[in-house]
Every structure is written in structure tokens, then in C-alpha cells.
């Protein structure tokens, strides 16, 4: 087991890798169609989850989300948030704002964000599948937090771990990030040589064989 943080060694991947990664544990963690808001960074740290649902009576009640941020005392939180209503929003700028001050790393929503300008202009990371205009308030509440959720027919628990980048989203499961890390490094290391080789003139039908990938799996971990 490396000494390194798990976190730290995930912010040196990118989402391509991580997603080989796991295909080669033959386990599931990439989401489809979950991209940044706005153009921001990519994001590593660990899922903090929630799920929304449909509001059906019409009592007053919290906003979705809050008691979650409220709750956050670490640095290493990313907000993952299921439930999402097409073209109804679950994120805006003043959730936002509450969440840089809990040094909340960013949000992954399986769903909408609105106010993505004000989001933009502090710098605080959005991922989602798309943006609108419409407010969550009387049409989408919270209905639980802290426990296993569904983020694009993949299962996200409290405390797995996510990167987010350009390409896309990817959920580890905390049981085997050691492994994915593992794995993930060497596909880096392989990627790398294969991209020298073809620059240097070697036939890319011979550097992209499939045997080429397979010899990741008896390579020695970084």
C-alpha cells in the first residue's frame, strides 16, 4: 500500500484512466453525460451523497441540500446528489457560496444547476447535465443523505471517491481505491510510452495491439 494519499495520487489521473482502470476489475464508476457547468477545474475528493425527490405535500420545508453542507467539517468533501428533476434545478449561487465556505471541493449532480454564473465567478466547480432556469423550491426536496445513492445507473456510497473532469465522471468505491490507484498509475506509465513510441515512428497497429494493454495487468505498481 503506497504511503501517498489516496486523494493526492487521484488528482495525478484524469478520468479516462480511472475509467480503465476499473475496467480492468471489471467494475462499474463511469457516469455518461455528468460534464462540468462551467469551465472548471477537475475535482478529486470524497462523495458526500444525497438524494432528492419529487415534492408531494405542500408544507414549508428545509432547502434541499443545506442541512448537508451545514454538516460538513472536513476538506475533502465532494456534494454527489441524485435524484435531479429534468429542467429543474438542485444547485444555485447561494448553495454555492455556503459550500466555498465549508471548503467543499465542488457538486456532481444527476440532474440541473441554475445560476452557474454565480457558481463561475467564485470558482466553485459544477458538474451536471445541463443548466436551467428553473427553481427547486415547491417542485424538489431532499428525502435522505449519508447513504448509498444512484448517479447515473452507478451506485455511489458515502465516502467513495470521485474525480470529475472534462471527459466526464467516475465513481471508485472506497474498498478498492488502492487497487484503482494501482492500475490507474500503471495505465498512465503505459500511455505514455505508447504516445513516445508512436512520435518515434513505430507502427500504431503494433504499439495499440490489445496485448499492449494486457501486460498492465502483470507490470509492477508504481
Not at 459550500?99 to 471541493?105: E, S, T, Y
Not at 458515502?158 to 467516475?170: F, S
Not at 494501482?182 to 513505430?202: C, H, N, Q, T, Y
Request: hydrophobic share 45%; charged share 20%.
Amino acid at each position: 500500500m503506497s504511503l501517498v494519499d489516496p486523494l493526492q495520487r487521484l488528482a495525478e489521473l484524469d478520468t479516462n484512466t480511472v475509467s480503465d482502470a476499473l475496467d480492468f476489475l471489471q467494475l462499474p464508476g463511469a457516469v455518461v453525460g455528468i460534464r462540468p457547468l462551467w469551465d472548471c477545474p477537475k475535482v478529486v475528493g470524497r462523495a458526500s451523497t444525497v438524494q432528492l425527490a419529487p415534492k408531494t405535500g405542500a408544507a414549508p420545508t428545509v432547502h434541499l441540500i443545506s442541512p448537508v453542507i451545514d454538516a460538513i467539517n472536513s476538506n475533502d468533501r465532494v456534494l454527489v446528489i441524485a435524484g435531479g428533476i429534468d429542467g429543474v434545478s438542485c444547485w444555485g449561487d447561494i448553495i454555492a457560496n455556503a459550500a466555498v465556505a465549508k471548503h467543499i471541493r465542488g457538486s456532481v449532480i444527476d440532474g440541473f444547476s441554475r445560476d452557474i454564473d454565480g457558481s463561475a465567478a467564485i470558482g466553485y466547480p459544477v458538474f451536471g447535465r445541463g443548466v436551467t432556469m428553473v427553481s427547486a423550491r415547491n417542485r424538489v426536496v431532499q428525502v435522505d443523505a449519508g447513504v448509498t445513492i444512484r448517479v447515473g445507473g452507478v451506485d455511489v456510497a458515502q465516502d467513495d471517491y470521485v474525480i470529475a473532469d472534462r471527459c466526464g465522471t467516475v465513481f471508485i468505491p472506497a474498498a478498492v481505491i488502492e487497487q484503482v490507484l494501482d492500475l490507474g498509475e500503471r495505465i498512465a506509465a503505459r500511455e505514455a510510452g505508447m504516445i513516445d513510441a508512436v512520435r518515434s515512428g513505430r507502427s500504431v497497429a503494433d504499439v495499440m495491439h490489445d496485448r499492449q494493454f494486457e501486460a498492465i495487468r502483470v507490470e509492477p505498481a508504481r
